[in-house]
């Protein structure tokens, strides 16, 4: 009997017992290894940003954002009848002209394109107390909202809506802020990456580095490294106060329209089990291109006319006319000049 209630009382006690284990790991993870996280994740990587030269057909555009902050940017017309348009993301730290290389075919082809250099970016006015990161956050994305809001209120904005296509950050922030809106038909990425599921892969490497407790890296489950994770990113918006990082995984889950992923097999900084990750979280439709050798956002340089032919097949597919074409909301203006 003795033996049956001591049996009892550990089924009932364990998870008090576990939960108690896990609260005692957390914050000494927290006291002994945070500082480590927030400098890692504030800590820029050294990507190769591509800096495009001037092209001398494009229509160079200003608009104003939130805080009457001025963005440059410029619309490149197609030559033929057109197709559609397509709003592009910039990779961080790229200018403007750095969309021509990457959409100049799609020009040719019959695309209208534009691109935006956010603010604190390329030429674009300066936030003060703001310094961007490769992570995204509510600058990023109320300044594509300006940028959709511009082609929204042209006098030749496309009835039937537009496309998105991005590289990077650029593509995570295009996808957070236009992932609900119906003018905003499909989306093409390359290289999209989320902060939790790109921190939260490499905080189990970073542990086993700074850590020779082996158990600490063996007990703890996915989602507790989740919540190391978020602190980190609260502690480094205490200390960039203009900055409030944002997660794409919310609004992919609720993101409907079709997507083209595309990723580098061979990416070393956002690896494709991250972007695996990400992927599954959108409903669909969607389509993952893992590009065999590509490392981060080479998958153009590397797969050339495989890439070009795809990212026009998709968007012949999916920006073609509807019977039911959602019309620009003039609700939303931006000035030009």
Same mark, same amino acid.
């Given at each position: 009997?003795?033996?049956?209630?001591?049996?009892?009382v550990? !089924?009932?006690?364990?998870?008090?017992?576990?939960?108690?284990?896990?609260?005692?790991?957390y914050?000494?993870?927290?006291?002994?290894?945070? +500082?480590?996280?927030?400098?890692? &994740?504030?800590?820029?990587?050294?990507?190769?940003?591509? /800096?495009?030269?001037? +092209?001398?057909?494009? =229509?160079?555009v200003?608009?104003?954002?939130t805080?009457?902050?001025?963005?440059?940017?410029?619309?490149?017309?197609?030559?033929?009848?057109?197709?559609?348009?397509?709003?592009f993301?910039?990779?961080?730290? %790229?200018?403007?002209w750095?969309?021509v290389?990457?959409?100049?075919?799609?020009?040719?082809?019959?695309?209208?394109? &534009?691109?935006?250099?956010?603010?604190?970016?390329?030429?674009?006015?300066?936030?003060?107390?703001? =310094?961007p990161?490769?992570w995204?956050?509510?600058?990023? !994305?109320?300044?594509?909202?300006?940028?959709v809001?511009?082609?929204?209120?042209?006098?030749?904005?496309?009835? *039937?809506?537009?496309?998105?296509?991005?590289?990077? $950050?650029?593509?995570?922030?295009?996808?957070?802020?236009t992932?609900?809106?119906?003018?905003?038909?499909?989306?093409v990425?390359?290289?999209?990456?989320? %902060?939790?599921?790109?921190? !939260?892969? &490499?905080? /189990?490497?970073?542990?086993s #580095?700074?850590?020779?407790?082996?158990?600490?890296?063996?007990i703890m489950?996915?989602?507790?490294?989740g919540?190391?994770?978020?602190?980190?990113?609260?502690?480094? =918006? /205490?200390? /960039?106060?203009?900055?409030? &990082?944002l997660?794409?995984?919310?609004?992919?889950?609720?993101?409907? $329209?079709?997507?083209?992923? #595309? +990723?580098?097999?061979?990416?070393?900084?956002?690896?494709?089990?991250?972007?695996?990750?990400?992927?599954?979280?959108?409903?669909?439709?969607?389509?993952?291109?893992l590009?065999?050798?590509? *490392?981060?956002?080479? %998958?153009?340089?590397?797969?050339?006319? =495989?890439?070009?032919?795809?990212?026009?097949?998709?968007?012949?597919? +999916?920006?073609?006319?509807?019977?039911?074409?959602?019309?620009?909301? *003039?609700?939303?203006?931006?000035?030009?000049?």
């Open positions: 009997m003795d033996l049956f209630i001591s049996g009892i550990l !089924v009932l006690t364990a998870p008090a017992i576990l939960a108690l284990v896990l609260t005692c790991t914050f000494f993870i927290v006291h002994r290894y945070i +500082h480590f996280v927030v400098r890692i &994740f504030t800590e820029k990587p050294l990507f190769i940003v591509p /800096r495009g030269e001037l +092209h001398g057909a494009a =229509e160079k200003e608009i104003l954002t805080g009457g902050l001025r963005l440059k940017g410029c619309y490149l017309k197609t030559p033929l009848a057109r197709k559609g348009v397509i709003l993301g910039l990779e961080f730290g %790229a200018n403007r750095s969309c290389p990457y959409c100049e075919w799609l020009q040719e082809a019959g695309y209208d394109i &534009f691109a935006i250099e956010t603010r604190n970016q390329g030429e674009s006015d300066c936030q003060p107390d703001y =310094e990161l490769q995204i956050t509510q600058i990023e !994305v109320e300044d594509m909202k300006s940028a809001a511009y082609l929204k209120s042209r006098p030749d904005a496309d009835p *039937k809506g537009i496309g998105f296509y991005g590289i990077s $950050k650029g593509a995570a922030a295009g996808l957070y802020s992932a609900q809106d119906p003018w905003v038909r499909c989306c990425t390359d290289g999209v990456f989320a %902060a939790y599921t790109t921190m !939260v892969p &490499f905080m /189990r490497q970073w542990i #580095i700074y850590s020779k407790k082996t158990w600490l890296h063996v489950p996915w989602w507790f490294y919540l190391i994770g978020l602190n980190a990113i609260r502690r480094t =918006e /205490r200390e /960039r106060p203009g900055a409030h &990082f997660h794409l995984e919310t609004k992919l889950k609720k993101m409907r $329209k079709p997507w083209l992923m #595309i +990723h580098g097999e061979k990416d070393n900084y956002i690896k494709p089990d991250m972007a695996r990750s990400l992927f599954r979280l959108a409903p669909g439709p969607k389509w993952m291109w590009v065999p050798g590509a *490392k981060h956002n080479q %998958a153009l340089p590397l797969a050339g006319d =495989e890439f070009r032919s795809r990212v026009l097949g998709f968007f012949d597919t +999916h920006l073609r006319p509807t019977s039911q074409e959602p019309a620009p909301d *003039k609700s939303l203006t931006a000035s030009a000049t």
